[in-house]
């Protein structure tokens, strides 16, 4: 097995995991977020929040790795892209999810002084609500990080033919249509973002399976070998 199949594996094996990482924390998490007494339900679900944080990095740190992986083989068709690929995706992309899983690991804290009864036990509760709300803004942030990266990564895929055309044209579509969410969301305007994560959602997984099971386009990495 060469080194770009392996590669291809590797990459597939990243978004699954992070994918599924993601679902789950989203699950242990989403119902918490929307809670009026926030820290009382910190409290009582410190255990799941903590696991479902760890789920959060897992998947940061996961997805994180997928443009480190990909970069020698990007950079031979696009290399200002690759560098921004890395940068959006690898770099800036981590450091917010890093963020929020302190975010979220702080509010545990506030949520164990705030049942033991401490002082200004109110000011504890508008702590915890700003510390949310810190969270949810870098996580708009984090959604406008996202589809400018996967932009680059798509577009390079779609020039140099990696993988077939409809799967990168798929993946190109519906990062632009979370890009114009995100942009329409950061600005208070209402718009549905459900079936444009569904749909970010399936491609990414219909990729993933693509590249463990078929690798890279053959043709292309072989055109590769032979300009070296």
Known sequence: MNSDRKTA?????LYIVGTVAGILWKVLTGSIQNDLNLLTKVAANENQIIIGALFLLLMGLALAMVPVMMFPILRKHNEALAVGYVVFRGALETVT???????WIFLTILGQYYIAGAPDASYFQTLGTLTLEGSVSIGIISQIIFPLGALMFYWVLYQAKLIPRWISGWGLISVILVLVFAFLNLFGIVAVKDIFDISIFLQEMVMAVWLIVKGFNPSVIASESTKA
């Open 9 to 13: 594996i590797i990459v597939g094996v």
């Open 97 to 103: 999810t890093i963020a929020v899983v302190i975010g």
